[in-house]
């Protein structure tokens, strides 16, 4: 009679991650957590789903962060350092003020109308009452790094003369609102769909052809 031996299958293990492998298993950590928060919402999501995806413990988890808001906070930060260095690149080319503000508005709406972005902005927006620190740091990791780039496109403007603007800070401030803004909420209330199509490329040209004439230095009286 024969016996016969089978060798065990290496299993999974969940648990501490061996040392020096504690930053791949964040990463592992956010990788998981960010489509699940985005597609569940942050009431829905739980964090056993999280660690199942992740292939981690929950006390793996919570080593690394706080609570599930913390993770959600770090899912917020990972997305926008992955996606305004794009905004600060198109910045900085150069070109006349039209053509650049163009641009950063172009890149900023191309990643702003991704239904990632619009799916992190809604939960955001359903949880301000009792989580305020993820809109904070939308905006100042996000929103707060943008507006500097128009300054600096109204402010090289004003020295070429192209416009004429002087609270820069302020004027910056309404170009958000005029080519940004606008297509942003109307995509998170679902009045629009997600991507830059034709038509709101058209008409984010027109508002920014509006602005630039709203700009311009004004021609002076001959008398």
Same mark, same amino acid.
């Given at each position: 009679?024969? /016996?016969? +031996? ?5 299993? #999974?293990? $969940? ?5 020096? %492998?504690?930053?791949? @298993?964040?990463? *592992?950590?956010?990788?998981? @957590? ?10 829905? +999501?739980? !964090? ?7 292939? /981690? ?19 917020? /930060? ?15 080319? &150069? ?10 508005? %172009?890149? %900023? $709406? &191309? !990643?702003?109308? +991704?239904?990632?972005? #619009? ?10 009452? *009792? ?8 905006? &100042? ?5 943008? #507006?500097?780039? !128009?300054? *600096? ?14 609270? /820069? ?19 998170? $209330? ?6 830059? %199509? ?9 508002? #920014?052809?509006?602005?630039?004439? @709203? ?7 001959? +008398?």
């Amino acid at each position: 009679m024969s /016996v016969v +031996t089978s060798t065990p299958q290496a299993s #999974i293990r $969940l648990g501490r991650p061996q040392k020096g %492998t504690e930053g791949e @298993a964040a990463s *592992r950590i956010l990788a998981a @957590a960010k489509p699940i928060f985005f597609r569940e919402g942050f009431e829905a +999501t739980s !964090i056993e789903a999280i660690a199942s995806a992740a292939s /981690v413990s929950k006390k793996t988890i919570y080593t690394r962060f706080d609570s599930k808001e913390d993770l959600f906070e770090a899912v917020v /930060v990972r997305n926008i350092e992955d996606n305004v260095p794009m905004v600060e690149r198109a910045a900085a080319e &150069d070109g006349p003020v039209a053509e650049r503000l163009l641009r950063i508005a %172009t890149v %900023t $709406l &191309d !990643i702003a109308l +991704t239904p990632d972005c #619009i799916a992190m902005r809604r939960i955001i927006v359903s949880e301000a009452a *009792r989580s305020p620190a993820f809109a904070r740091r939308l905006h &100042d990791d996000g929103v707060a790094r943008v #507006i500097p780039l !128009i300054e *600096r496109c109204l402010e090289d403007g004003n020295a070429s003369g192209e416009i004429a603007v002087g609270d /820069v800070r302020n004027v910056a401030d309404l170009f958000l609102g005029l080519a940004i803004r606008g297509f942003v909420e109307k995509a998170e $209330l679902g009045l629009e769909g997600p991507g830059l %199509t034709h038509l709101k490329r058209e008409a984010l040209k027109r508002a #920014i052809d509006f602005f630039m004439l @709203a700009c311009r230095r004004a021609p002076p009286n001959r +008398t």
